[in-house]
């Protein structure tokens, strides 16, 4: 390897080490309904919608929680309906108010691969600016 192909190998790592900081920080960033929307694109982009997060007044809409079930939970305190947000967890609901209350659902990391792997901003501004930058 030539020192010119040497160096240009550590410019593009450096940059792409740049990219996957810029986007990872920007997620970690972002308010809670604002990462949820990017998260909830994600989820239908990969065919995860099992791990969507929902806002809590779609919680009549929910068909995975039986109403019995969500009494239940509630009466033991193990989900609050006066939270924001919902979602399925283990095939249980998890209530929380924001995303950083939430180890559950998700992984920035993950976005951040995808992210860059599709050159897909996820339907976020902020994200379609530094894909535009490093692009």
Do not use: W
């Amino acid at each position: 390897m030539t020192p010119f192909e040497r160096a240009n190998k550590e410019f593009l790592s450096k940059m792409d080490d740049a990219l996957f900081s810029s986007i990872y920080a920007t997620l970690h960033s972002m308010l809670s309904n604002e990462l949820i929307k990017v998260h909830n694109e994600y989820c239908f982009k990969t065919d995860s919608q099992d791990s969507i997060i929902y806002e809590m007044f779609q919680i009549d809409n929910c068909e995975e929680i039986e109403p019995l079930e969500l009494a239940r939970l509630t009466y033991d305190g193990k989900f609050n309906p006066y939270n924001k947000y919902y979602g399925i967890y283990n095939e249980k609901p998890v209530s929380f108010n924001s995303v950083a209350d939430d180890d559950y659902f998700i992984f920035p990391e993950e976005i951040t691969d995808y992210i860059i792997e599709n050159n897909d901003a996820l339907g976020n501004d902020k994200i379609a600016n530094i894909l535009k930058i490093f692009g």
